[in-house]
């Protein structure tokens, strides 16, 4: 069992940047770790995902302005957005990924509010 617990969202203007964080209840060594958003009226969308060895992946359009890292040490998963726009606007949420079940189980996290004024 792995419980997310995500901070880090808010209010930030035009161009501004944040950082969010996804501190996770137990280990997530072997865990793909993952954020997603979801806009109002929209579907949720990755934005990246990370493997217990550094190796990443961006959804195309999220690549430049969001970084994804983590220290699995500290049981903890980051995402640092940079020039952020209004159209980021989302709840944004953790994911983890556990490969130990066919298929793998998702966790998810209750989610962090951004907004981005304009």
């Known amino acids: 069992q792995v419980q997310l617990v995500e901070s880090g969202g808010g209010l930030v203007q035009s161009g501004g940047s944040l950082r969010l964080s996804c501190a996770a209840s137990?280990?997530?060594?072997?865990?793909?770790m993952g954020w997603y958003r979801q806009a109002p009226g929209k579907q949720r969308e990755l934005i990246a995902e990370?493997?217990?060895?550094?190796?990443?992946n961006y959804a195309i359009s999220m690549k430049g302005r969001f970084t994804i890292s983590r220290d699995n040490a500290k049981n903890t998963v980051y995402l640092q957005m940079n020039s952020l726009k209004p159209e980021d606007t989302a709840v944004y949420y953790c994911n983890a990924e556990d490969p130990a079940y066919d298929p793998p189980y998702d966790y998810w996290g209750q989610g962090t509010q951004v907004t981005v004024s304009s």
């Open positions: 137990g280990s997530i060594f072997s865990i793909i």
């Open positions: 990370i493997t217990s060895g550094g190796i990443t």
